[in-house]
């Protein structure tokens, strides 16, 4: 998994137990490795419901990615958690403000499945276009998101608000 380049971010393994931190997680946090993500986030909806829980992130599929409005500490936050095969990657409250060329309609339709946790196999299908060109938006959008891994190109597409998450 790779850091977001600023913000609050914590990054988990599978178990959702913090592996690492950027520098204003732990200015918001203390030092946290080692800590369950949800006790450390401890997110709730405007309702006063928890939203971060020991299984919060059971029913997110492959290398899915769920972002929501929350609470912490008091203050709403945008809370976006990505999954990935080694773990968590979670981002509170620091929007990615993307400035470069916008996305073509193609690339923002196969970030979006890839933030539902389809594969590009199943993107191609649905899309009803050959899996390399999925492989081609996925690389061009990668590039105009100057992302590191195309699960970090769709975070910065979701919070940016050029794509909306969708579920299977």
């Known amino acids: ?77 945008r809370l976006t958690c990505a999954r990935g095969v080694e773990g968590l990657t979670i981002q509170v409250d620091n929007q990615y403000w993307h400035d470069g060329p916008p996305l073509s309609d193609d690339e923002r339709e196969v970030l979006e499945g890839v933030s539902a946790g389809l594969t590009p196999g199943q993107i191609a299908g649905i899309l009803s276009i050959p899996v390399r060109e999925v492989h081609h938006a996925l690389s061009t959008a990668q590039q105009k998101l100057e992302a590191d891994s195309i699960l970090q190109a769709a975070v910065r597409a979701v919070l940016s608000g050029q794509i909306t998450v969708l579920r299977k």
């Open 1 to 77: 998994m790779t850091e977001f380049d600023t913000g609050t971010w914590i990054l988990t393994n599978v178990t959702g137990t913090v592996t690492d931190q950027s520098c204003l997680a732990q200015l918001r946090y203390g030092e946290a490795v080692g800590c369950p993500c949800w006790e450390l986030v401890r997110a709730v909806t405007r309702h006063g419901e928890p939203h971060c829980t020991p299984d919060c992130f059971a029913d997110l599929p492959g290398q899915a990615i769920r972002s929501r409005v929350v609470v912490v500490d008091g203050e709403r936050v």
